[in-house]
């Protein structure tokens, strides 16, 4: 049932990235939905108001619980981290904050409402990476309200970024968050133009590996957009779907085994890579070193590569593209350890 009233008339705003929500205004409040980008079904739909009784959610939160890194990186970037009172965990905090004013509440997968409870929120931001966390319905019993924050299926860097635009309308700086978006657009896009222009096309494996299983992004996923972006021949980029390809060890090896680069591997030395599995030294990019990672400066890019997409595209273009910089040393990436 949606929260609009049918004979009220209101504007929707366009977005220019970002498929997993849409903004309607209307004279006393505003209408976010969010939606699932496969389908386009509305998932949530919140009314904000500038009172935020009842259901409905205020313009003007003051008091924030952020359940991913990515909602602290957002607030972050719109000047609104006064506002937080509770993380997940401190372990994967980029940046040090005041214990005495911010409390960590535990992972909303496994943690009790109580703990969320006791830092009064008005408001709490979740990932929903699972709808049916028993949590939630505790949640409703207390009073305590969330927000699904999405950014995380957008399969574009710049549809994540435009996210801030919620944010602003969550903090009541709808215009400095739009400002912000439109200076991140401006510099992604130069810069991604410019490197289209490039006629060095270098080819790159991207993914980990996990238990058995080789993970890699899809052709239509976000990691394999930032690569085309940066002018990188992708070796999966013509595969389909969104998320991601779960490959046998033995399919890598043989795809890849002349290809020279590796990139987005979860280790920070080539030792350690090979201690995954004793057979990525088959591969032309592990026998060379090309082999570039952000788990280096792990939890930073986890908070901050969202709203940061065009520092991003700069740091993959520097690894393949180093002779377009003057400056080639990198904020997240770095090349791993040659031991």
């Known amino acids: 049932m949606s929260l609009s009233n049918v004979n009220e008339r209101g504007d929707t705003l366009q977005n220019i990235y970002a498929q997993c929500f849409l903004v309607i205004k209307y004279e006393n409040y505003t209408l976010i939905q969010v939606k699932n980008p496969d389908n386009l079904e509305i998932l949530k739909e919140y009314r904000i108001t500038k009172d935020g009784l009842n259901e409905d959610i205020s313009s003007n939160s003051k008091r924030i619980i ?13 000047g609104v981290l006064d506002k937080l009172v509770g993380i997940p965990e401190w372990e994967y905090v980029c ?12 992972d909303i997968f496994r943690a009790n409402a109580e703990s ?3 830092v009064q929120p008005d408001l709490i931001f979740y990932s929903g990476y699972d709808m049916n966390t028993p ?5 409703k019993q207390i009073g305590l309200k969330t927000f699904l924050m999405y950014e995380w299926k957008e399969n574009h860097p710049l549809g994540r970024a435009e996210w801030i635009k919620i944010y602003g309308i969550l903090f009541h700086k709808e215009q400095e968050a739009n400002a912000i978006f439109e200076d991140i657009r401006i510099k992604y896009e130069n810069l991604a133009n410019k490197l289209q222009q490039l006629s060095i096309y270098p080819q790159a494996l991207s993914g980990t590996y996990w238990g058995d299983i080789f993970n890699a992004p899809t052709g239509r ?7 085309a972006d940066a002018n990188v021949n992708y070796v999966y980029k013509e595969s389909t779907g969104t998320g991601s390809l779960e490959l046998s060890l033995e399919e890598v090896i043989n795809d890849n085994k002349d290809v020279e680069n590796w990139i987005n591997m979860a280790a920070t030395s080539r030792k350690e890579l090979l201690a995954q599995n004793s057979k990525f030294a088959l591969l032309r990019s592990v026998k060379l ?10 939890n930073c890019f986890f908070e901050n590569s969202a709203i940061e997409p065009h520092i991003v595209l700069e740091d993959i273009a520097k690894i393949f ?13 770095s090349k791993l350890i040659l031991e």
């Open 221 to 227: 996923s976000y990691n394999a957009q930032l690569l």
């Open 321 to 333: 593209h180093p002779e377009v910089f003057e400056d080639t040393e990198m904020k997240y990436y």
């Open 66 to 78: 952020a359940g991913s890194a990515t909602h602290i990186g957002m607030m972050r970037a719109l």
């Open 135 to 139: 949590i939630f319905n505790k949640f």
């Open 95 to 106: 940046e040090s904050f005041d214990k005495s004013r911010i409390k960590a509440v535990g």
């Open 289 to 298: 070193g090309n082999l570039y990672s952000y788990m280096g400066n792990m």
């Open 116 to 118: 969320y409870a006791a």
